[in-house]
């Protein structure tokens, strides 16, 4: 779709995961609490969380559920053929017993159901920034963003856990949801997992692995240019943390394990995208469970919805542009990437496309009275989408590079690193030649 639109000058962050629409609209979520599932002719409903009841109206009709496959007896082809190239979600088992996190960071709990070892992130991973969700509170069209430092998150997280508790009575706070913390790039040396091979064959993340996907001109920081973000994430959220419906930035897949816990996700076709906007096509519903408007969103209730509860050690993949929403119905740890390839290379040019006609529009009152018309829309498409079209033809450009010297067995990283640092030197020594 393209109609994920910030105004030009709101602070997206380039690297969160989810691409959320539009224009400022009222804080009229009271957020999930009850999911109501509709199948054949009665309607079901299930409570989600601690708290009070959605209200009346809210209707999500699940007709289906996603397909569990042993990734064991899969081969990458038949991944392809059945999964990537038909844009199909799955959930794939077995693949994650020998990784390190499922040892270090879980506690074993009742019926081999681990939990968070909370105190091993405390002690090890002592991030002094991580950006943490409100999880009751909407900004725009995401939950809010705090910053804190793992210690924090982890106090508040322990003061506010209900386990132990026999009368439930959990403070009230807020719930809080560690989200896209860059795992990865924080800690290179810790071993936490291995990328499954149905998931490796990643564009996205080998690029920005030694290119920035925009830069900036008014501000650059070109000694950190090695330094480039990725999208290579760690989620932790106690039981009731949820994410809002979202498609995935870029429209690009993305792959989610849980480590410990449990998810809830709710999964639409791109099909039928049409029907969670309003009648604009401006903005998107936020929260499924809400009490969605009939009157600002007339087709809501027609939208088919496909389930899936995520176990433990499960990985589900999720396809290109598919919105969803995800529910913690446990205490949970999710490593989850968003890359893409040559299957899904068409879906995030359309939304790049789609998105920098709806940048010109926004702005064409003042096309007559700018200097540079189409900079400013290059600009905002990037501050919105997380890249504009230069980005994409020189991400294309340079792909092509790294792809022939990765098949010719180069490394590039290294070829980039030198040219990098010959250049450095030139400039220095101009610098102290002048
Ligand atoms: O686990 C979550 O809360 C959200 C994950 C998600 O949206 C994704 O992996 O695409
Ligand atoms: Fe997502």
């Not at 999964?83 to 199909?88: G, I, Q, R, T």
């Not at 939990?115 to 069209?141: I, Y």
């Not at 071993?191 to 692995?209: E, Q």
């Amino acid at each position: 779709m393209g109609n994920d639109w910030h105004p030009a000058g709101s602070s997206l962050c380039l690297t969160c995961r989810s691409q959320v629409i539009v224009s400022p609209v009222p804080d009229n979520s009271a957020s999930t609490r009850r999911l109501r599932e509709k199948r054949g002719s009665g309607t079901q409903t299930r409570t989600l969380s601690n708290g009070a009841d959605a209200a009346a109206g809210s209707r999500v009709k699940v007709v289906g559920q996603v397909e569990r496959v042993d990734g064991r007896s899969l081969t990458y082809l038949e991944f392809v053929d059945r999964f990537m190239k038909p844009n199909l979600p799955v959930v794939l088992t077995g693949l994650t017993s020998s990784w390190r996190s499922s040892e270090d960071w879980t506690l074993s709990g009742l019926d081999d159901r681990h939990r968070p070892n909370l105190a091993f992130f405390a002690q090890n991973f002592p991030s002094p920034l991580v950006q943490v969700a409100d999880c009751s509170s909407r900004e725009f069209t995401d939950q809010k963003r705090l910053e804190m430092s793992m210690q924090e998150f982890i106090d508040h997280w322990v003061r506010n856990s209900c386990t132990g508790l026999s009368n439930g009575d959990c403070e009230a706070s807020a719930l809080l949801y560690l989200k896209d913390w860059h795992f990865v790039k924080e800690y290179p040396d810790y071993v936490a997992y291995t990328t499954p091979t149905f998931f490796a064959d990643d564009w996205l993340n080998m690029y920005l692995d030694s290119h920035p996907m925009h830069r900036d001109p008014d501000n650059a920081n070109h000694n950190n240019e090695i330094n480039c973000a990725d999208y290579r994430f760690v989620y932790m959220g106690a039981k009731g943390t949820w994410t809002p419906l979202h498609a995935d930035v870029f429209r690009s897949y993305s792959w989610s394990a849980n480590v410990c816990g449990r998810k809830l996700w709710l999964f639409l076709e791109p099909s039928q995208s049409h029907l969670i906007f309003d009648r604009n096509l401006r903005s998107s519903v936020y929260d499924i469970n809400d009490d969605v408007s009939e009157k600002q969103f007339p087709e809501f209730n027609k939208a088919e919805w496909l389930e899936c509860i995520q176990e433990q050690n499960e990985i589900i993949f999720v396809p290109s542009g598919w919105y969803h929403q995800v529910h913690n119905l446990e205490d949970t740890i999710s490593i989850n990437h968003n890359w893409f390839n040559a299957y899904n290379l068409q879906s995030v040019w359309n939304l790049l496309h789609d998105d920098y006609k709806v940048a010109k529009e926004y702005i064409e009152d003042i096309r007559d009275i700018s200097d540079d018309f189409e900079g400013l829309c290059q600009r905002n498409l990037a501050a919105n989408t997380g890249m504009n079209l230069y980005d994409f033809f020189i991400f294309l450009t340079r792909l092509q590079v790294i792809l022939f010297l990765k098949k010719t067995n180069c490394a590039y990283s290294s070829i980039y690193n030198s040219e990098r640092l010959q250049r450095s030197q030139k400039t220095d020594s101009s610098r102290h030649a002048g």
